[in-house]
């Protein structure tokens, strides 16, 4: 049974600091990971999608990278400001390529100017 | 193109009472997802559909849960008898297919209280 876990649950850093947020997931025969943000009170948004076959995903000041081997992902912020303050999740599917998506609890970033 | 709409945004009602939630997905997608978010277990996958038809509703808590897709821009998921332990939040979430490109897009959800 996949299990996607992110760590750590909160995270609090000062503007302009860069950081990573963590995921990791138990069945690495997954075929894409997708990285999300839920601002309070709001839907998610996507905001990376990395297939298998690719390594890593970049967008602006965000880039994500994936390690299937090690069931892996990270998701880097560079100079972070106080509008990344959001709940970040990551979620990949129930196994392989199903449509089923399996989320992990998020992380809760807070950007404190 | 509007993104994934729902309603209502928001719904407050008696244990009891039935409720219904819509979505509208996004034209061109052909997978439709319900989830429920609550603080306990975040996110959990209640159903989802492909080309209208259900493929996997394993998540669907209870017989007073059920869903329907008549056809490609409408979905509703109606709770009946609502139960206090139903209230969360409800998202639709939208794909085309996820083994291609398939991001998944979603509602802004629907906010439910049971009393």
């Known amino acids: 049974k996949q299990e996607v876990t992110q760590i750590p649950a909160a995270l609090s850093v000062p503007e302009g600091e860069n950081l990573v947020l963590n995921c990791s997931f138990t069945d690495s025969a997954i075929y894409n990971l997708q990285w999300f943000r839920q601002d309070p009170g709001k839907g998610l948004t996507s905001l990376l999608l990395?297939?298998?076959?690719?390594r890593e995903q970049t967008s602006g000041r965000l880039n994500a990278s994936l390690d299937k081997s090690s069931g892996r992902s990270t998701l880097y912020i560079a100079a972070s400001q106080p509008g990344d303050s959001a709940t970040y999740l990551c979620a990949v599917p129930s196994q392989g390529g199903s449509e089923k998506l399996v989320f992990g609890k998020g992380t809760k970033l807070t950007v404190n100017p | 193109d509007a993104g994934v709409i729902q309603s209502p945004r928001h719904e407050v009602t008696e244990m009891g009472q039935e409720v219904t939630l819509r979505c509208k997905p996004i034209?061109?997608?052909?997978?439709l997802f319900w989830y429920r978010q609550t603080m306990m277990r975040g996110l959990e996958l209640l159903i989802y559909?492909?080309?209208?038809?259900?493929?996997?509703d394993s998540g669907m808590p209870e017989d007073r849960f059920s869903a329907k897709m008549p056809n490609a821009s409408f979905s509703t998921l109606k709770i009946q008898p609502s139960e206090p332990r139903d209230s969360a939040v409800y998202f639709c979430?939208?794909?085309?297919?996820?083994?291609?490109?398939?991001?998944?897009?979603f509602g802004e959800g629907s906010r439910l209280t049971v009393l």
């Open positions: 559909f492909n080309n209208n038809v259900p493929i996997d």
């Open positions: 990395i297939q298998s076959s690719q």
């Open positions: 034209s061109g997608h052909d997978y």
């Open positions: 979430a939208s794909s085309a297919s996820r083994k291609n490109t398939g991001e998944l897009f």
